[in-house]
């Protein structure tokens, strides 16, 4: 018996493919900025809100990303009260 070709029903799309075209739009956006007199430099403020490897290890590479769009990257990290819901008074 032959088999029936089974249609595609989805469509594989990845980050990369998705970032590219962000980064396009960042890239052309901070050229505009600039090419108009536009003295601001863009900053991307990141919280750490735990000790957790893959969070540390995606700011790594959102800095590395920033430094290669000259954009300032700040990180910080939340006290361990607060990043569990905690008031910080309490």
Same mark, same amino acid.
């Given at each position: 018996?032959? %088999?029936?070709?089974?249609?595609?029903?989805?469509?594989?799309?990845?980050? #990369?493919?998705?970032?590219?075209?962000?980064? &396009? %739009?960042?890239? &052309?956006?901070?050229?505009?900025? $600039?090419?108009?007199?536009?003295?601001?430099?863009?900053?991307?403020?990141?919280?750490?809100?735990?000790?957790?490897?893959?969070?540390?290890?995606?700011?790594?590479?959102? $800095?590395?990303?920033?430094? #290669? +769009?000259?954009?300032?990257?700040?990180?910080?990290?939340?006290?361990?009260?607060?990043? +569990?819901?905690?008031?910080?008074?309490?």
């Amino acid at each position: 018996m032959a %088999e029936a070709e089974v249609p595609k029903t989805c469509k594989v799309i990845t980050a #990369e493919t998705i970032a590219k075209g962000l980064l &396009q %739009e960042v890239s &052309q956006t901070l050229q505009l900025a $600039r090419s108009n007199g536009g003295s601001a430099s863009p900053c991307l403020a990141a919280f750490l809100a735990n000790d957790d490897p893959a969070a540390a290890k995606y700011a790594e590479w959102s $800095r590395k990303t920033c430094q #290669e +769009k000259s954009v300032s990257p700040s990180q910080a990290s939340c006290h361990p009260l607060l990043a +569990k819901g905690h008031d910080a008074l309490e």
